[in-house]
């Protein structure tokens, strides 16, 4: 049988200035937009990449 390496394909952005910062600072798109279900917290989901990695060590 295979081994697997599972990674974390997506970010989930709760914040509204981090998600500022990488919209529109940073022009990373964002895969979707949704609410908790739960809670009903707004978030943005998006893909893990080496530019979403950086833009995140920066934030500040």
């Avoid at 981090?18 to 600072?25: A, Q, R, S």
């Amino acid at each position: 049988m295979d081994k697997k390496v599972y990674t974390n394909k997506y970010f989930f952005c709760y914040s509204v200035p981090l998600f500022k910062y990488l919209k529109m600072d940073k022009g990373i798109s964002f895969v979707c937009y949704a609410l908790h279900d739960k809670t009903l917290k707004p978030f943005w989901m998006f893909e893990r990449t080496e530019d979403l990695n950086r833009a995140l060590s920066d934030y500040v």
